[in-house]
């Protein structure tokens, strides 16, 4: 069983940046896409970003320019930087493994926990 936990999470004011940690406890990103997703109150979850095994990104269309996603083979350790934080970022961010793929929610086997972040403006 694949464990996926992340970190980097915090306190953050408007502006400021952050780059959030997902660790897998094995090697899978040649085997297994990596997507970021985040969720707010009372807000559905939303897909953040994706890298694909060969190191393609997508990222949801709102977010492009400020998020970007990038993977640590060696320390099978994704990231998520964050720049110029706004309020409406604050959310948990979880970090997700997909088997046959990044797009629907039946694709991803693994999960972790969520890190918290808060934006204050």
């Known amino acids: 069983q694949v464990q996926l936990a992340e970190s980097g999470g915090g306190s953050v004011q408007a502006g400021g940046s952050l780059r959030l940690s997902c660790v897998a406890s094995?090697?899978?990103?040649?085997?297994?896409?990596m997507s970021w997703f985040r969720q707010a109150p009372g807000r559905e979850r939303e897909q953040v970003a994706t890298i694909d095994t060969d190191g393609s990104t997508i990222y949801a269309n709102s977010l492009k320019g400020r998020f970007r996603i990038s993977q640590d083979n060696a320390k099978n350790t994704l990231f998520l930087e964050i720049e110029n934080l706004k309020p409406e970022d604050a959310a948990v961010y979880s970090c997700?493994?997909?088997?046959?793929?990044?797009?629907?929610?039946?694709?991803?086997?693994?999960w972790g926990q969520g890190t918290q972040v808060s934006v204050s403006s």
């Open positions: 094995e090697a899978i990103f040649s085997r297994y896409c």
């Open positions: 997700a493994a997909g088997g046959q793929g990044c797009y629907a929610d039946s694709d991803f086997v693994y």
